[in-house]
């Protein structure tokens, strides 16, 4: 009977490390040495099933998956190259986190902006009547806020009615904007607010005084009450108000982005048939209400009201032209360069 010590040592060897490393797989093109320092095939003579093979094939799979590439550990890296990588992972990772910190200040800068103003508004359409609450209860006071603020509003415009109507249509074009930028996929609190702040300024500066004085001119220019008097005001509003109100709106919004006449106009011309035919699916519907019904002190009160949905409109319109045209003077510098 043979003993341990008549096996060669290789074999030994062999028999002794067997059972931490499989044996290397015969070619006959090209055979592996016995003591070669090559690490040798994953592929062993005899196909084993090893424990746990389910979270290596879930693995391969996420990796196919993922597409990502798989780097061999005998493979080796120039350290040249990974000290290049290094500096440029890091520029990557930290204009991600300066991106990140300041879409952070701007939202939160954004929050409070709405949320102060909002709560100005609220607590002033609240504390109306603040100085009779003597004895009130909280009923009594959520039922006359209603009836005070339209007495204050009455008030207002019988004291300043140019300044009335500035301040409303001020707020409903700033309104306006924030919900068209919201339509056009913006989160609540990452819109523009140079963005709002221009199309409330053109709101707050023209649209309140010059509508004021147009339904006054209406009135004067038709001084009928004959069945065809409203008819004929919703045509003149929708033909020679409409053009001149949405002409001077996108020449106004252009001045403010401080852009060149020459791109004012051509945005202008773009802009003005879509502009008034789209006009002629609201507003006629509306406007037999505001000449029909509405007295004349109150129309501008309740066309803000249906300008919220115009202005939406009318600054998504303005706005996209004008990304369109930096877009595309962008792509032609890039291009000429």
């Keep these: 009977m043979a003993t341990l010590s008549s096996f060669p040592p290789h074999n030994l060897s062999l028999l002794t490390k067997s059972h931490h490393r499989r044996l290397p797989q015969p070619s006959l093109l090209n055979p592996i040495p016995a003591r070669s320092k090559t690490r040798p095939s994953t592929h062993s003579f005899f196909p084993t099933k090893p424990a746990g093979n389910w979270v290596v ?57 709405v949320l102060g103003f909002g709560t100005l508004a609220v607590t002033k359409l609240l504390t109306v009547d603040h100085d009779y609450w ?3 209860t909280l009923y009594e006071v959520l039922r006359y806020v209603p009836e005070h603020n339209w007495i204050a509003y009455e008030q207002a415009l019988k004291a300043n009615p140019v300044l009335a109507k500035m301040a409303i249509s001020g707020v409903v074009y700033s309104l306006g904007d924030w919900i068209a930028q919201c339509y056009e996929g913006k989160p609540l609190f990452e819109f523009d607010p140079l963005r709002m702040f221009r199309s409330g300024l053109v709101g707050f500066t023209l649209h309140g005084s010059l509508s004021h004085y147009y339904y006054q001119f209406c ?83 309740w066309v803000d009201c249906v300008e919220l949905i115009w202005v939406t409109i009318l600054s998504n319109y303005s706005n996209e032209k004008s990304e369109a045209r930096i877009s595309e003077t962008s792509e032609s510098n890039s291009g000429s360069s």
């Design 57 to 113: 094939g879930s693995v391969t799979e996420d990796r196919k998956a993922a597409d990502v590439p798989v780097v061999s550990k005998d493979l080796t890296v120039d350290d040249d190259s990974l000290e290049s990588a290094e500096p440029r992972a890091f520029d990557v990772e930290a204009r991600g986190e300066s991106g990140y910190l300041e879409r952070l200040v701007s939202r939160g800068t954004n929050a409070a902006l």
């Design 219 to 301: 009135e004067a220019l038709f001084p009928f009450e004959d069945w065809w008097v409203v008819p004929a005001k919703v045509a003149f509003d929708q033909t020679v108000w409409a053009a001149v109100w949405n002409s001077v709106y996108f020449v106004m919004l252009g001045l403010l982005r401080l852009e060149s006449p020459a791109n004012i106009l051509n945005e202008l011309k773009a802009t003005f048939w879509p502009m008034l035919t789209a006009g002629w699916k609201l507003w006629p519907f509306a406007h037999l209400i505001t000449y029909g019904v509405i007295p004349i002190e109150q129309r501008l009160l």
């Design 134 to 136: 003597h004895g009130w």
